[in-house]
């Protein structure tokens, strides 16, 4: 089954301590992304890869930092969270270039509450 | 910068009627999604439109795209319960692999 996986479901973290939430898809897709979703605003993009050790930066990048060494993982890192970050957040992939038209499949959310 | 409106963001319709939802973009685009989200849960894949008057059904819901006037819409037939959700639009840029831009989506509510 396609899949694209997300871990912690929940966490509440306490600020400044250093976090990882690991996103992972089974479908050999090229294309990674994280979004934040907040009331009122929709989803914003963080990061996105378009390939191993291939990333760019969304539209609110500040305070995060990803990587991608394998193709199938693409962990999103907050070095020092602060309550700002609470969000839910989303990761999402799909196999080429966004515009080709291809679905693009997304995990069920992270939620994060920094205190 | 390309910016995405949706509106209305909040929709409250009886069962059985009908209600388009409109989603206007500031730059050109060919690549637009629909998204919808249950409460707490993650994006389900609706529609992707691929060009200008492209047209889309799955039961009540169809979309179409217009890019001369930078508008898709979402019409709803016969609203029914099972439709309350959060609906989003999504586009891209032409010719870049730019962020996918979200709409603030449109939050639907059904009552019988």
């Known amino acids: 089954e396609a899949q694209v996986t997300q871990n912690p479901r929940y966490l509440i973290t306490v600020t400044g301590k250093k976090l990882t939430v690991t996103c992972s898809q089974n479908?050999?897709?090229?294309?990674m992304s994280w979004y934040r979703q907040d009331p009122g605003l929709g989803l914003r993009q963080i990061y996105y890869?378009?390939?191993?050790?291939v990333t760019d930066k969304g539209d609110v990048p500040e305070g995060y930092k990803v990587s991608r060494k394998e193709k199938r993982n693409f962990p999103l890192i907050l070095e020092s969270p602060s309550p700002n970050q609470t969000s839910l957040y989303f990761c999402?992939?799909?196999?080429?270039?966004w515009g080709s038209g291809n679905t693009i499949y997304f995990g069920e959310g992270s939620w994060l509450t920094v205190v | 910068e390309l910016k995405v409106e949706q509106n209305p963001l909040f929709l409250s319709m009886q069962e059985g009627k009908n209600y388009t939802i409109y989603c206007n973009y500031s730059t050109t685009s060919d690549r637009l999604y629909w998204y919808r989200q249950d409460p707490g849960k993650s994006l389900e894949s609706l529609f992707v439109?691929?060009?200008?008057?492209a047209v889309k059904q799955e039961g009540r819901l169809m979309a179409s795209l217009d890019t001369k006037a930078r508008l898709s819409t979402l019409h709803i037939t016969a609203a029914v319960h099972d439709l309350s959700a959060t609906y989003f639009c999504a586009l891209l840029k032409i010719g870049g692999n730019t962020p996918l831009v979200f709409g603030k989506g449109t939050r639907l509510s059904v009552i019988a």
């Open positions: 439109l691929l060009s200008n008057g």
């Open positions: 890869s378009m390939n191993v050790e």
């Open positions: 999402a992939s799909s196999l080429g270039v």
């Open positions: 479908m050999n897709h090229e294309y």
